[in-house]
């Protein structure tokens, strides 16, 4: 059974950090591409930031400079190290794991975790 299980979300003031963690399981995760989504309020959901198996990593503009994705292959666990936070950056936030070669392609998605930043 393919499993990606979000955590690391919370509460915290404009300035904080968060890390987020993904669990893979059920699925031969090195492979794949591993993607952090956000789904704002009242928004669409947006990638936030993608690292394949191979190749660069690439992030929104809004996140540049702040966040910094990056995974363990032996632990099958993708991180969001998130700094500087604003209150832009709330939402809930899922990873997902795709396609190297078509960065919209997602075969499968966690069940998020939900990040609030507010005074």
């Known amino acids: 059974q393919v499993q990606l299980v979000e955590s690391g979300g919370g509460l915290v003031q404009p300035g904080g950090s968060l890390r987020l963690s993904c669990a893979a399981s059920g699925f031969d995760f090195s492979p794949y591409a591993m993607s952090w989504y956000r789904r704002a309020p009242g928004k669409e959901r947006e990638l936030v930031a993608r690292?394949?198996?191979?190749?660069?990593?690439n992030y929104v503009d809004s996140v540049k400079g702040r966040f910094t994705i990056s995974r363990d292959n032996a632990k099958n666990t993708l991180y969001l190290q998130m700094n500087s936070l604003e209150p832009e950056d709330t939402g809930v936030y899922y990873c997902g794991a795709g396609s190297n070669y078509d960065p919209k392609r997602i075969d499968y998605w966690g069940q998020g975790t939900q990040v609030t930043v507010s005074s």
């Open positions: 690292i394949p198996s191979f190749g660069r990593t």
